[in-house]
């Protein structure tokens, strides 16, 4: 297999304005599943920028997604890449077949439009060529996060801890099924994540997990990069409320949630007197800003005064969880969800920026 150099970039959050920096970054490899590098097609998924603007013309993103057997969907952005400059508007979907080493996407056999995309670039056409877009690949702010002292350490360099069921695999890394050994309240969590690449498989068949908070509410994982929004899709809390963008990387990298949740209130009679509450960042990015819980999700145990774990849901499929911490927030219980997460991810970024 060729070796490939590709531009590695962080996904930062910048309220207002996301950013792209320049970094440096190991390979990326893909999970444990049916398909592996091996596959060609693994060779061309991926994301791609021209953050250009010239002529009047505005930056452009496209994202690369496998769909088994050669197939591949193509989705285009104006402004750059989702979290990173699109300006949630412009979203282009094309398809196309690979023939060799290449795929060419197209809107349709009437539209000029269509893009060639190789292993570390593709070219954009509209009748002849007009972009270049380099291949890149985006790494979380919050990824390898320390945990804080005081925090609970759950899973950390291949050692599983407090986890009921815990089991690796080969590569050192956490499977689903885990549970928390304590019950949880208020919190604050990290984790990292990687979905395998299972490019045939569609749907909630596609690297499905999720982060169960109290055994009652899903916070959804799955292949879900380049797709539409959606209420069971990755971010969504699950069957209630999609994710606010679509942040999702290809399979096979690390992604990072961080997510602070407070617990539903009950009065002495076990009736409900506050829902639930939760945020969560996604690769950095806030998909749910203190978003309330009417209840339990999909199929998560019924809302109640006793507290539960968090489990990692094993629905099958092969996603890989690594660098697990949560922070007890039970000293200040009527803290919201407003993450000091955010804080300690400009720092990172400004301490980045002044070492280069």
């Known amino acids: 297999m060729p070796v490939v150099f590709t531009a590695v970039v962080f996904l930062l959050m910048v309220p207002g304005s996301p950013a792209l920096a320049a970094a440096t970054g190991d390979a990326v490899l893909p999970a444990e599943s049916t ?3 091996d596959d060609p097609d693994f060779e061309l998924q991926g994301e791609f920028l021209d953050s250009s603007v010239r002529d009047g013309k505005p930056a452009i993103g496209l994202q690369v997604v496998a769909r088994g057997k050669g197939e591949f969907l193509g989705v285009l952005y104006e402004g750059g890449l989702p979290g990173a400059g699109w300006n949630r508007v412009f979203r282009r979907e094309l398809h196309g077949t690979r023939h060799g080493e290449s795929v060419e996407l197209r809107t349709g056999d009437a539209d000029p439009l269509r893009v060639v995309v190789r292993s570390v670039s593709a070219d954009l056409y509209t009748g002849q060529q007009t972009r270049q877009l380099q291949r890149c690949v985006r790494v979380s702010p ?28 080969d590569d050192g890394y956490l499977r689903p099924g885990a549970r928390t050994s304590n ?10 994540f990687r979905t395998p690449f299972m490019p045939e498989a569609r749907g909630q068949a596609r690297g499905n997990s999720g982060v169960y908070i109290q055994e009652r509410y899903e916070v959804q994982i799955l292949d879900s990069f380049g797709l539409p929004l959606a209420n069971n899709e990755c971010g969504a809390l699950y069957r209630q409320q999609p994710p606010d963008l679509n942040i999702c990387l290809p399979p096979g990298q690390w ?17 409900k007197i506050c829902p ?15 978003r309330m819980l009417p209840t339990k999700t999909g199929a998560g145990k019924p809302e109640g005064a006793e507290l539960r774990p968090i489990l990692f849901q094993d629905h099958g499929n092969p996603v890989a969880f690594a660098n697990i911490w949560l922070v007890d927030l039970a000293d200040d219980p009527l803290r919201d969800s407003r993450p ?11 301490v980045r920026g002044r070492t280069g």
Request: proline content about 5%; some cysteine.
């Open 142 to 169: 919050s990824m390898g996060l320390s945990p804080p002292a005081g925090a609970r350490v759950y899973f950390q360099d291949s050692q599983p801890r407090d986890l009921a069921g815990a089991a690796m695999f």
């Open 35 to 37: 398909s592996t590098a």
């Open 340 to 350: 000091r997460f955010l804080e300690r991810l400009r720092l990172r970024r400004a």
């Open 183 to 192: 019950s949880v309240r208020d919190f604050q969590l990290h984790l990292e």
């Open 255 to 271: 992604q990072t949630y961080d997510i602070t949740f407070r617990a539903a209130r009950f009065d002495s009679q076990g009736n």
């Open 276 to 290: 639930a509450r939760v945020t969560v960042l996604h690769n950095g990015q806030p998909i749910h800003c203190d």
